[in-house]
């Protein structure tokens, strides 16, 4: 198991450390019908606060969660009392669905520590671990945000990357990749950037949990990606492309960029050129 990746254990046996914070980051599909929120206040692992992509998201953007500002964002996670010098857990109710997300927010604006709970809130659960139900509300702290934005690919870097190339990598499912299906969003074309890679997400997680390095770097490799080669990591809205970001570390490599408007972006913008099949 890689650093980024932490165990039930290893998180039990550090509760209620002064400079730990964890963050319940649960987020699901619109077509789940499932509240993360109201979740969260059913049951949480005791001190999480919570972290809501829709919510810490750039207010001036018709695009869903989109990274928030750096002013914006340093507000929010100084409000849930975090500080960028913390180490900072995120887990997800799916086991690993929307954390890596969130754990890739807080690294572009420059948290020092941030980990991912490996298997999430259910492996918790099943562990017959202690829960807690309402909000928590930490004293505030100061997060100083310095943000990479490096790390966040728009999509003239997506169309640079693909001119140079530069793998781009989908994270979404072969059907939708392939364009065989709709996209759940209205206005969007189905389809994939031409050039790019099909690494469903799906298929790197077992149980809630990533895979281990060797299996990853073998569907990787047999999808035609080199996971120690650049690349741009996309999917439908930019949170499971960061699952495929959390893989290319866990594999040895350096995180690459993700592409923030992924497919909602892409395929809804009638200048970009689109692949079918």
Same mark, same amino acid.
């Given at each position: 198991?890689? +650093?980024?990746?932490?165990?039930?254990?290893?998180?039990?046996?550090?509760?209620?450390?002064?400079?730990?914070?964890?963050?319940?980051?649960?987020?699901?599909?619109?077509?789940?019908?499932? %509240?993360? %929120?109201?979740?969260?206040?059913?049951?949480?692992?005791?001190? &999480?606060?919570? =972290?809501?992509?829709?919510?810490?998201? %750039?207010?001036?953007?018709?695009?869903?969660?989109?990274?928030?500002?750096?002013?914006?964002?340093?507000? +929010?996670?100084?409000?849930?009392?975090?500080? +960028?010098?913390?180490?900072?857990?995120?887990?997800?109710?799916?086991?690993? =669905?929307?954390?890596?997300?969130?754990?890739?927010?807080?690294?572009?604006?420059?948290?020092?520590?941030?980990?991912?709970?490996?298997?999430?809130?259910?492996?918790?659960? *099943? +562990?017959?671990?202690?829960?807690?139900?309402? &909000?928590?509300?930490?004293?505030?702290?100061?997060?100083? *945000?310095?943000?990479?934005?490096?790390?966040?690919?728009?999509?003239?870097?997506?169309? *640079?990357?693909? $001119?140079?190339?530069?793998?781009?990598?989908?994270?979404?499912?072969?059907?939708?990749?392939?364009?065989?299906? &709709?996209?759940?969003?209205?206005?969007?074309?189905?389809?994939?950037?031409?050039?790019?890679?099909?690494?469903?997400?799906?298929?790197?997680?077992?149980?809630?949990?990533?895979?281990?390095?060797?299996?990853?770097?073998?569907?990787?490799?047999?999808?035609?990606? $080199?996971?120690?080669?650049?690349?741009?990591?996309?999917?439908?809205?930019?949170?499971?492309?960061?699952?495929?970001?959390?893989?290319?570390?866990?594999?040895?490599?350096?995180?690459?960029?993700?592409?923030?408007?992924?497919?909602?972006?892409?395929?809804?913008?009638?200048?970009?050129?689109?692949?079918?099949?």
């Amino acid at each position: 198991m890689s +650093e980024t990746l932490v165990s039930t254990d290893w998180l039990a046996a550090r509760l209620g450390d002064p400079k730990l914070a964890v963050v319940d980051a649960s987020w699901y599909m619109p077509k789940t019908g499932r %509240d993360p %929120d109201q979740e969260y206040l059913a049951a949480h692992i005791p001190g &999480a606060v919570r =972290f809501n992509i829709d919510k810490v998201a %750039d207010p001036d953007s018709d695009l869903p969660h989109t990274i928030a500002g750096a002013e914006l964002f340093a507000a +929010e996670a100084g409000e849930i009392g975090i500080s +960028e010098d913390m180490t900072i857990v995120v887990y997800d109710g799916l086991g690993l =669905f929307s954390a890596p997300r969130v754990w890739w927010n807080f690294r572009v604006m420059g948290a020092k520590d941030v980990r991912v709970l490996d298997g999430g809130f259910p492996k918790w659960e *099943a +562990e017959h671990r202690p829960t807690q139900s309402g &909000a928590v509300k930490p004293k505030p702290k100061t997060f100083s *945000a310095q943000p990479d934005r490096g790390a966040v690919a728009s999509t003239s870097d997506v169309r *640079a990357a693909l $001119d140079s190339g530069i793998q781009v990598v989908d994270a979404r499912s072969p059907a939708r990749f392939r364009g065989e299906e &709709a996209e759940p969003r209205e206005g969007v074309a189905p389809g994939h950037i031409p050039g790019a890679k099909n690494v469903h997400y799906g298929t790197i997680i077992a149980d809630g949990r990533l895979k281990d390095g060797a299996e990853l770097t073998q569907i990787f490799r047999a999808a035609g990606v $080199d996971p120690s080669a650049p690349m741009v990591t996309t999917c439908g809205s930019g949170v499971s492309a960061a699952i495929l970001a959390l893989a290319v570390e866990k594999m040895g490599h350096t995180v690459p960029r993700l592409y923030d408007g992924s497919w909602t972006e892409w395929g809804g913008d009638p200048s970009t050129p689109k692949a079918r099949g």
